[in-house]
């Protein structure tokens, strides 16, 4: 994959709407700006730059810590899993802003505006330039109203003016609208840039990623409305991806998955898209703290950030999860996940010391009540004397960002054909729990019931991938699985807000007609 270094290049070229609260330079014509197809790619890695910044950032999002399953948080952030106000109030809150979202949005609405001015381009390499910004498009105002609820629509690229916020509805209907535009790009094998080179990055879209991008916003629709109507349509566009329509995509085996999918191998076999992260686009020798691209590795601990396995115990303001959770969720011994994703679950550790002989005696055994994770393995250490002072900090993991693979995409669909009482809702789970070493679903298939164990199969097989908020709300389980102050809305509560983010001060500063939705606008003044 091409730097993500236009990311600094253009990005200062094209003026933002004022009301998206950009700093933006002065403006810059770009009415002779392409002349070629390689200036349209150019903008499309910018693109794929900014797309970066949102889900691999370097800190875990609020969202994040409301939804993560395990026993303990930091103080710091206990704010936002207790859906305390005040953490939102505070500088934290900054991460609520939504003006990366808006700059994709921004740079594709450019692209799709100044067509007629692309030159020595084909016609049938514009429509696909087209369609990988709408793909990115409509991903971008799926997270804003999954993310906001309700959040502006934005107006042409040299339309200034202000902008009040549109309906949840109206948010996800152009999602729809910029999604199914994208439909007309091949499969992810079929895919060129600008040189006419094969593109082996799965962070391009492909037909693959445009329904599988399809399938769940019709499946939060679903979640958000409660009419079949949307699950019957998320089932559909699921069944296209995993029946092999469009693309081939498969299952890899439980260790090739940790090793080499979510590893430094990179393996796509299993993967719809990803984000690339990588030590040619990232200059990492100037890093000197952790880059936290996936949820879970807020509960990294030993052996990577300490090789004192004791010090986890004593630890009172840290993220842990205990053995007892990792047990109660991965509750089936058989479940190869529990070898695979935690590092000797619960198993005595020996503690040994030098006898005279200098050789290493166990002195006791120490039986750990915290769980290692130990799904992504390849730790990535800081080599910049400068940096690191002579203690060499851990700043990432090796492995590209994963945001959707078949797993996920097959107990998606597992939830929509329980929804509508399709029997084969059974044969995704299993499909699942079958690749885990765990044998066929035999409990309940009532509704609730199959619903709770496919979302609990989530929980087991996504642990640290995705973040699990998302799939706390759109299964209704906000008032039981989450803590504090989400235990006690309301539906009026609800309806007015509560489950999404405040609109950040940010968005206040040039729109005079941005409004804080009703739950946070009494809220934030207490």
């Known amino acids: 994959m091409k730097k993500l270094i236009f990311l600094v290049l253009f990005f200062p070229l094209f003026s933002c709407n004022d009301w998206l609260d950009v700093e933006s330079e002065v403006s810059v014509t770009y009415r002779n700006y392409f002349q070629s197809e390689q200036d349209i790619e150019d903008i499309f890695i910018t693109i794929l730059g900014n797309e970066k910044k949102i889900f691999a950032p370097l800190s875990q999002e609020p969202f994040d810590w409301t939804g993560m399953y395990c026993d303990d948080v930091a103080d710091g952030v206990k704010g936002f899993r207790n859906l305390e106000w005040s953490a939102y109030s505070s500088s934290l809150g900054n991460y609520t802003n939504w003006g990366g979202f808006y700059s994709i949005i921004y740079l594709a609405n450019m692209l799709e505006e100044n067509r007629h001015r692309f030159q020595n381009v084909s016609e049938e390499r514009i429509n696909y330039w087209i369609a990988q910004a709408n793909f990115f498009k409509g991903l971008m105002y799926f997270e804003l109203a999954r993310r906001w609820g309700e959040a502006p629509i934005a107006p042409a690229t040299e339309d200034a003016s202000a902008q009040a916020k549109s309906p949840v509805d109206t948010v996800l209907a152009y999602a729809l609208r ?74 890899v085996s439980m260790k090739d998955l940790v090793t080499k999918t979510l590893g430094k191998a990179r393996d796509v076999t299993e993967v719809i898209h990803t984000i690339e992260m990588n030590g040619q686009d990232d200059d990492r020798y100037y890093q000197g703290t952790f880059w936290n691209s996936y949820p879970g590795f807020a509960l990294f601990n030993y052996p990577h950030t300490t090789t004192n396995f004791e010090n986890i115990e004593n630890a009172t303001k840290e993220t842990r999860i205990s053995v007892a959770k990792v047990r109660e969720l991965y509750n089936d011994e058989n479940d190869s996940r ?42 990535i250490y800081s080599v910049n004397p400068d940096v690191n002072l002579g203690d ?5 993991m090796e492995g590209n960002r994963v945001y959707w693979r078949l797993a996920d995409l097959i107990l998606l669909r597992a939830e929509c ?110």
């Open 392 to 396: 060499r900090p851990l700043i990432g």
């Open 178 to 251: 910029a999604a199914e535009a994208a439909l007309v790009l091949p499969k992810y094998d079929q895919l060129t840039d600008a040189s006419g080179a094969a593109v082996t990055s799965r962070q391009f879209a492909s037909i693959g990623s445009v329904r599988t991008l399809l399938a769940n916003i019709y499946a939060w629709m679903g979640g958000l409305h409660g009419d079949n109507k949307y699950w019957e349509k998320a089932e559909e566009q699921a069944s296209l991806v995993i029946d092999g329509k469009a693309g081939a995509y498969s299952l």
């Open 417 to 526: 054909r329980a929804h509508l009482d399709n029997a084969d809702a059974v044969k995704d789970l299993n499909r699942i729990r079958e690749r885990a070493g765990l044998m066929e679903y035999v409990g309940s298939t009532v509704k609730e019931d199959l619903l709770r164990e496919i979302f609990n199969e989530r929980d087991r097989e996504l642990f640290g991938e995705t973040c699990r908020y998302y799939d706390v709300v759109r299964f209704g389980y906000y008032r039981e699985l989450l803590e504090g102050n989400f235990k006690t809305l309301t539906e009026s509560d609800v309806k007015e807000g509560a489950l999404y983010y405040p609109v950040s001060q940010n968005a206040f500063n040039k729109n005079t007609l941005m409004k804080q939705n009703t739950y946070w606008s009494w809220h934030l003044q207490d």
């Open 338 to 379: 529990i070898k695979e994703y935690w590092l000797n679950l619960g198993e005595p550790i020996p503690v040994t010391q030098m006898n005279s002989e200098q050789k290493l005696d166990t002195i006791r055994w120490f039986y750990p009540n915290f769980a290692y994770l130990n799904k992504w393995r390849e730790a």
